[in-house]
């Protein structure tokens, strides 16, 4: 055969395969997001749709090999990677053990670090880590407001103001899907208690719905551009959370503009055409896995009796689709925005290689970093910390929880770490030859050996065990015999310092006069025990700020006589006076207000100007002081922006914060500091107009180093 003929031939039978078809354009990482979703959208079947709605197993949706579209493999969150795969194989929770990862602080210790770098760069290593583990998507961060601190997942979560709330959510957001790893934050919406939380319904009034428990998701979804929204168990007004018309499509995607997809929180879903037609995109776990969790549920009070799970699967929705009762659209609809994601976040274009690592030292160090950080000097008389080696030769090492670092709270979240290492081993590392270091756990040796040491150290607080998901706490108090042991340890050492783990405030009043220093540490992440080092031995100067505001007993708590509800039913009386916003209108005194914290060294606020002094409506306002640090140590201090409105046009919280900014500062420095308050920050919600509006007025600026301690005041009028 001549030549020409022969490569005729050839390009002909190459034609006609595969291997020279034209790319179809939604493989084609050059085209629009939107592009290629309409055009995968438009070549699947029926059934290939349908197949997309419900998960595969325990943390996988479906793969379509056919046309390519891979499956979004997933992970719990928020504090770490918690998954039981190794890249490659469906994830089951069928061993005690996750695979190894970077245990982070708990939320609610990453918020009390105020600082959104930071969470930004937590964000960023999550995203690695959930890559190198072969995730795509990570199920985080809770941005459900402390209401009870009570509640079992309070450490999860940023604490009990909206604002930074909606700060630490959108860093964490940013980071993470910055990597290409899908953010899913949860749970929508007010779900802000365990007990019975697969049962209850939560009533809220619009007002407060919008101003409290909503902020969060929303700057989720304006400013960071989440990908997934997870719903929550609780109904809401009356509708399950996961078939809410008015939450998943009125205010999610009309009021808010949401691009990505609903997931249901697992095994929450009650009806098919409810929840698809009320927005609900995707049903997790997958069908066989359901029965599982029933029967988890319903070891724990109130469970979840009579629920089935599976709603979203084929077999249910084929039927509908065809009389009619789930629309076309609704389906296209759901898929459209599943698939949306996908490929923004890169998941067709990904080449999966693993070798990704996770847990290296520096991955670890930001842990590091982070729970020193977050660590809150409540009180330190005397300038006790931090231990000084030309005074304090011999430490007592006494308590509990100086045996075990409780990285993280228990349920979903919990994060295996890589090491963990204990506070006393942290200590005896750092301490050296410099200092004697004994521990005993409890009980007449302790007291003995606390009576003979210099500084007597008390780790005391709660475990995984205490305040974890699917039950609340019964009381604020620490476990029994912790108060007793500090309070005999006190009257034998007038050095004693207490460390704290916690996810929420604990009460103190029995021994918080007797002893001279208390760091709460919150559950610190697996490098949690080196930053309370850091800090014990003045390494690092503390510059935590309380996220919530820590009663001095339950009943002095925003939502007390409010929680947890009767006969399923629990109704949000106290309205938007919740943590703070609660103590300074019933002028309740707390043990420890928000924002407090205290630092080795001192800060002096001075020059306060406000620009302009008469803002017109959509106008921006500067604030702008200096800071100085007059200390003779560095430090770091975190300057509060609340607002007052002197004359509301309807009932208003005595103050709000608005604007925070951590400032780090050398020994001796001083720093100008601007901050910006926008319309948002001036507006209520009016139930009325449902709408956010701002009214003519005067505010009064109040410019604090905690919600108490404010150091300038300054205002403004605004004028329409
Ligand atoms: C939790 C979610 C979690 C999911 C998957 C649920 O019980 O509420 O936060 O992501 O389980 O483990």
């Not at 918690?82 to 061993?95: K, L, N, Q, S, V």
């Not at 995109?281 to 724990?300: I, K, V, W, Y």
């Amino acid at each position: 055969m001549p030549r020409l003929t022969l490569l005729i031939a050839l390009a002909a039978l190459l034609t006609g395969c595969s291997l020279l078809a034209p790319t179809p354009p939604y493989q084609n990482p050059k085209l629009s997001v939107d592009k290629r979703t309409e055009d995968l959208l438009q070549r699947m079947t029926d059934d290939e749709k349908l197949d997309l709605l419900s998960g595969a197993g325990w943390m996988d949706t479906r793969a379509n090999t056919r046309l390519g579209i891979p499956a979004i493999h997933m992970a719990d969150g928020p504090l770490g990677i918690r998954t039981w795969a190794i890249p490659g194989e469906p994830d089951t929770p069928a061993t005690p053990k996750s695979v190894p990862a970077t245990a982070f602080p708990a939320g609610i210790a990453m918020a009390a670090t105020w600082n959104p770098d930071l969470v930004t760069q937590e964000g960023r290593t999550l995203g690695q880590e959930a890559l190198a583990l072969g995730r795509d998507q990570l199920l985080g961060p809770t941005v459900n407001i402390q209401r009870t601190p009570l509640w079992g997942r309070n450490f999860e979560g940023y604490g009990e103001d909206p604002w930074l709330t909606s700060r630490m959510a959108v860093a964490y957001i940013s980071g993470l899907q910055e990597q290409g790893v899908i953010a899913t934050v949860k749970h929508f919406a007010a779900n802000n208690q365990e007990y019975r939380r697969n049962t209850v319904n939560v009533l809220v009034d619009e007002r407060t719905l919008e101003e409290i428990y909503l902020p969060a998701f929303q700057a989720a979804v304006e400013e960071a551009g989440v990908w997934s929204v997870m719903s929550s168990y609780n109904k809401l007004n009356g509708d399950w959370a996961a078939q809410n018309p008015h939450l998943l499509t009125e205010i999610l995607r009309s009021k808010w503009g949401f691009k990505g997809f609903v997931v249901s929180d697992w095994a929450s879903t009650h009806a098919t055409a409810e929840s698809l037609n009320a927005g609900l995109d995707l049903e997790m776990p997958g069908a066989s896995t359901m029965p599982m969790l029933r029967q988890f549920f319903n070891t724990f009070p109130g469970g979840n009796p009579g629920f089935d799970g599976g709603y979203l699967t084929k077999d249910k929705l084929r039927p509908l689709l065809a009389s009619g009762k789930v629309s076309k659209q609704a389906l296209d609809d759901g898929v459209r925005r599943i698939l949306r994601a996908m490929f923004a976040i890169g998941l067709f274009d990904r080449t999966r290689t693993t070798g990704g690592k996770v847990d290296t030292p520096e991955q670890r160090a930001l842990a590091r970093k982070a729970a020193a950080q977050g660590i809150v000097l409540l009180k330190n008389d005397d300038a006790a910390l931090p231990i000084r080696k030309e005074v304090i030769h011999t430490i007592a090492v006494l308590g509990p929880n100086a045996d075990a670092n409780p990285s993280g709270g228990g349920g979903s979240s919990q994060v295996t770490p890589g090491l963990n290492p204990k506070p006393i081993d942290a200590i005896r590392e750092r301490a050296g030859a410099d200092f004697k270091v004994e521990y005993a756990r409890g009980g007449p040796e302790a007291i003995a050996l606390a009576k003979r040491a210099d500084l007597a150290l008390v780790f005391a607080g709660n475990n995984a065990d205490i305040e974890a998901e699917m039950f609340d706490r019964k009381t604020l108090d620490l476990p029994e015999g912790q108060a007793d042991l500090i309070a005999a340890v006190a009257k034998v050492n007038k050095h004693t310092i207490v460390v704290l783990h916690d996810g929420a405030p604990v009460t103190m009043s029995p021994w918080l006069d007797k002893v001279q220093s208390v760091l709460n540490a919150w559950f610190p992440g697996e490098e949690g025990a080196h930053a309370v080092a850091d800090i014990l031995f003045g390494d690092v100067n503390p510059s935590g700020k309380l996220p919530v505001t820590f009663p001095k007993r339950i009943e002095d708590a925003a939502a007390f006589g409010h929680y947890p509800g009767v006969n399923d039913q629990v109704s949000y009386d106290e309205g938007i006076y919740v943590g703070y916003r609660h103590f300074d209108k019933n002028n309740i005194e707390p043990l420890f207000p928000f924002g407090h914290g205290l630092s080795y060294t001192t800060f002096e606020y001075s020059g306060l100007r406000i620009y302009p002094q008469t803002p017109r409506y959509g106008q921006l306002v500067q604030i702008m002081l200096k800071v100085k640090n007059t200390g003779s140590r560095d430090g770091a201090e975190v300057v509060q922006v609340y607002l007052h409105d002197t004359k509301p046009g309807l009932d208003r919280p005595v103050k709000q914060l608005k604007a925070f900014r951590r400032v780090e500062l050398r020994a001796g420095e001083s720093q100008d500091v601007e901050l910006t308050l926008d319309q948002k920050s001036l507006s209520f919600y009016d139930p009325l107009v449902h709408q956010w509006a701002a009214l003519p007025g005067v505010f009064d600026v109040l410019v604090g180093s905690s919600s108490k301690d404010i150091r300038l005041k300054g205002g403004f009028e605004l004028f329409e």
